[in-house]
C-alpha cells in the first residue's frame, strides 16, 4: 500500500481549495479527511460506512445527525479517524490492519464492528503521538497469541495490549465489563508485561454509582490475575470552551495499575502524553481531540 505523504496532503488541500472556494477551515480539514479515508480504505468501503446516500453506515460516525451535538460529532470523528490513518501508516502491521478493516464490508461481516477497529486505531495513535511504538498484531487464534497491539515504551519496555470497546448503545453493566476484563486477559501471554484498554460510553463514567462498581470490578480482577500490568479506562466529553462557542472532544482516559503484577513495566503511568488546547480556528467548532 502505496502512503499519503506530506506533500500529497499538500497538493489536496489545494486541490479542495480551488474546488470549494470560500467554504472555510473547518470545511477544508473536513473534506481533506473524507480525501484521506477514500484514498487508504478505498471507495467501496467509504461508501458503505460514511457516505451519506448508504443505509449501511457505522453508527460511530453520525452519519445522520440529528442535532448539533451529533453533527459537532460526525465531523470531529471523521477527522480524527482520518488523522489515524495518517499518523499509523508507517507502523509495522498497518497495511494488514487496513486489508483487515476493508473485509469487514467486503464479506458483510458485522459480527466485529467496524467501531472496535476504529477505537484501536485511536489507542495506537494516543501512543505513537506519545513518543512509543507500535506494531500491530495479526491474530494468531491461539490463546495468550491473540492480542491487538505490541508497544515499544519510551523507557525501552515492552508492552502487549488488548483493546476492547463498548459501544455506545450499550447498557450499563458490571457484569459485561468483568467478562470482557477475563476474556481480554486469556489473549494475552502470560510471561510478559500486558495492559488492557477499554472504551466506555460516556453515560457508564458519568455514573457516580458505577465509577465505584468499576473501581470494585478492577480490586477483584486483580486479585485474581496477575499477568496484567494495568486497566486503562477511556471515554470521551463533548466540552463547551470558556468565552467561546466553540466546543471540543476531550478523550480522557484512567489507569488502573496492578498492585503486585507478576512483571514489573516502568512507564505506565506516562503511557500518554496531556496535550494542552488550543485557540479554536474557526468560531463554531474545534476540529481537533485532546487527551486530557
Same mark, same amino acid.
Given at each position: 500500500?502505496?502512503?499519503?505523504?506530506?506533500?500529497?496532503?499538500?497538493?489536496?488541500?489545494?486541490?479542495?481549495?480551488?474546488?470549494?472556494?470560500?467554504?472555510?477551515?473547518?470545511?477544508?480539514?473536513?473534506?481533506?479527511?473524507?480525501?484521506?479515508?477514500?484514498?487508504?480504505?478505498?471507495?467501496?468501503?467509504? *461508501?458503505?460506512?460514511?457516505?451519506?446516500?448508504?443505509?449501511?453506515?457505522?453508527?460511530?460516525?453520525?452519519?445522520?445527525?440529528?442535532?448539533?451535538?451529533?453533527?459537532?460529532?460526525?465531523?470531529?470523528?471523521?477527522?480524527?479517524?482520518?488523522?489515524? &490513518?495518517?499518523?499509523?501508516?508507517?507502523?509495522?502491521?498497518?497495511?494488514?490492519?487496513?486489508?483487515?478493516?476493508?473485509?469487514?464490508?467486503?464479506?458483510?461481516?458485522?459480527?466485529?464492528?467496524?467501531?472496535?477497529?476504529?477505537?484501536?486505531?485511536?489507542?495506537?495513535?494516543?501512543?505513537?503521538?506519545?513518543?512509543?511504538?507500535?506494531?500491530?498484531?495479526? +491474530?494468531?487464534?491461539?490463546?495468550?497469541?491473540?492480542?491487538?497491539?505490541? #508497544?515499544?515504551?519510551?523507557?525501552?519496555?515492552?508492552?502487549?495490549?488488548?483493546?476492547?470497546?463498548?459501544?455506545?448503545?450499550?447498557?450499563?453493566?458490571?457484569?459485561?465489563?468483568?467478562?470482557? &476484563?477475563?476474556?481480554?486477559?486469556?489473549?494475552?501471554?502470560?510471561?510478559?508485561?500486558?495492559?488492557?484498554?477499554?472504551?466506555?460510553?460516556?453515560?457508564?463514567?458519568?455514573?457516580?454509582?458505577?465509577?465505584?462498581?468499576?473501581?470494585?470490578?478492577?480490586?477483584?480482577?486483580?486479585?485474581?490475575?496477575?499477568?496484567?500490568?494495568?486497566?486503562? #479506562?477511556?471515554?470521551?466529553?463533548?466540552?463547551?470552551?470558556?468565552?467561546?462557542?466553540?466546543?471540543?472532544? #476531550? &478523550? *480522557?482516559?484512567?489507569?488502573?495499575?496492578? +498492585?503486585?503484577?507478576?512483571?514489573?513495566?516502568?512507564?505506565?503511568?506516562?503511557?500518554?502524553?496531556?496535550?494542552?488546547?488550543? +485557540?479554536?480556528?474557526?468560531?463554531?467548532?474545534?476540529?481537533?481531540?485532546?487527551?486530557?
Amino acid at each position: 500500500m502505496q502512503q499519503i505523504t506530506d506533500k500529497d496532503v499538500g497538493l489536496m488541500r489545494e486541490e479542495l481549495r480551488e474546488a470549494f472556494l470560500d467554504r472555510g477551515a473547518v470545511f477544508e480539514a473536513y473534506a481533506l479527511a473524507q480525501e484521506i479515508i477514500i484514498r487508504t480504505l478505498g471507495f467501496p468501503w467509504w *461508501k458503505e460506512n460514511i457516505s451519506s446516500s448508504t443505509s449501511k453506515q457505522e453508527p460511530h460516525f453520525r452519519i445522520h445527525p440529528s442535532n448539533q451535538q451529533e453533527s459537532y460529532e460526525h465531523q470531529d470523528r471523521i477527522m480524527d479517524f482520518a488523522d489515524s &490513518l495518517f499518523i499509523l501508516q508507517s507502523c509495522e502491521g498497518f497495511e494488514w490492519k487496513i486489508k483487515e478493516l476493508r473485509k469487514k464490508v467486503s464479506t458483510n461481516n458485522r459480527d466485529v464492528f467496524v467501531e472496535d477497529t476504529i477505537i484501536e486505531l485511536r489507542v495506537a495513535k494516543m501512543l505513537v503521538k506519545s513518543g512509543h511504538a507500535v506494531k500491530f498484531v495479526r +491474530p494468531s487464534r491461539s490463546k495468550t497469541k491473540d492480542f491487538d497491539l505490541e #508497544i515499544n515504551l519510551r523507557e525501552g519496555n515492552v508492552l502487549c495490549a488488548e483493546v476492547k470497546c463498548k459501544r455506545e448503545d450499550t447498557a450499563i453493566s458490571t457484569n459485561n465489563l468483568r467478562r470482557t &476484563l477475563y476474556r481480554a486477559e486469556k489473549q494475552l501471554p502470560k510471561t510478559a508485561s500486558n495492559v488492557i484498554f477499554v472504551r466506555l460510553p460516556t453515560t457508564w463514567v458519568q455514573d457516580p454509582q458505577y465509577t465505584v462498581e468499576i473501581d470494585q470490578v478492577l480490586i477483584k480482577f486483580f486479585d485474581n490475575v496477575r499477568h496484567i500490568n494495568a486497566v486503562v #479506562i477511556i471515554w470521551e466529553e463533548c466540552i463547551q470552551l470558556d468565552k467561546s462557542p466553540s466546543k471540543a472532544r #476531550i &478523550l *480522557k482516559y484512567q489507569p488502573k495499575l496492578h +498492585p503486585s503484577p507478576l512483571i514489573s513495566c516502568h512507564g505506565l503511568d506516562k503511557l500518554f502524553t496531556r496535550l494542552e488546547l488550543v +485557540p479554536p480556528i474557526e468560531g463554531n467548532y474545534l476540529p481537533l481531540s485532546f487527551i486530557t
